[in-house]
């Protein structure tokens, strides 16, 4: 942390408890206890009223407070689940930002919005699953994407296929001009340049693996524009299935991305799928049991009934 700004993040802390040591502060702010002594002594030249008594730490003179910054509890909330938010979902680097960020808010927060903001967070709750290796990956992978981006440089990398058709190999090697990093359904996916499709692809970094940046530049294609990007939808497989009325409901709440239209009649619920490999959709269907019939195409048809009777082999 720089100078100017480790020395507000003293007076924030100053401000939000009443006394800390200097052997306490330079835990906080990872730097040694003389930082500390120079910081304290410049902020007191700067006017900042810091009382220091042997053996009980500093503090903030009674009275002595930064004026606050004006926000109304929406705005202070949207802030601190927006902290919340980061520090779950990003990596690291931005994780330790979004806490010193929710630390700071509160301090600055007037008590009657403090109090107003802190009873709605009780009553709310990011849910945070438990770190599993898939999100260790994750954000280590966005960490070095976010460098390759900044810093405009191509990458190499492997990249494991979910599904795998019997002309393809399940993992390839892929070099790539990074444009953009794009949080959808939980998970990161990047935008690139890709060399060996000589195309802009999509690319889970769930799946990225052997992340390594290159010293090759790339510019962005004058014409790419991340927020205004819309890719092409290449699901070209049309699938067809009839589910019982009584899970109708279900299957709707389920809201998976596949799902192109959907009408009822008397005979079941009607569901049309658009994908770009029918094994995309099997273990969500099979996850439906007797519940649902694939309608067409008789390709995927037969491709559940093989898999259901591979599983009867196992029982």
Known sequence: MKKNG?????VLELQSKKQLTAQELS???ETSVRTIYRDIDMLCEAG????????TGYSLMEGYFLPPISFTTEEALALLFGSEFIEQRFDNHFSRGARSLRTKIEAVLPLAIRK?????????????????????????????LRS?????????????????????????ARTAAPLGLVHVEGAWILIAHCDLRNNIRHFKISRMSEITLLDKQYEV?????????????????????????????????????????????????????????????????LSWGSEVVIMEPGSFRERVKKEIENMLKRY
């Open 221 to 285: 294609p004058t014409d790419f524009n991340l927020r205004d990007y819309q890719p092409k939808d290449d699901r070209h497989i049309v699938i067809q299935a009839r589910f019982n009325k009584d899970v109708m409901v279900k299957v709707k709440e389920s809201e998976l991305y596949y799902m192109e239209s959907a009408f009822l009649q008397d005979e079941g619920y009607y569901v049309t799928f658009r994908v770009h490999e029918a094994e995309e959709l099997l273990q969500w269907i």
């Open 6 to 10: 480790r020395q507000l993040a003293i």
């Open 148 to 172: 390759a981006i900044l810093n405009s440089k191509k990458i190499q990398f492997k990249h494991h296929k979910r599904y795998k058709n019997e002309s393809e190999t399940r993992e390839t």
């Open 48 to 55: 900042v009223p810091i009382v220091g008594l042997p053996g």
């Open 116 to 144: 107003e903001a802190d009873k709605t967070r009780e009553s709310m709750h990011l849910l945070q699953k438990k770190t599993s290796e898939t999100d260790t990956v994750e954000k280590s992978n966005l960490e070095q």
């Open 27 to 29: 835990v906080l702010f």
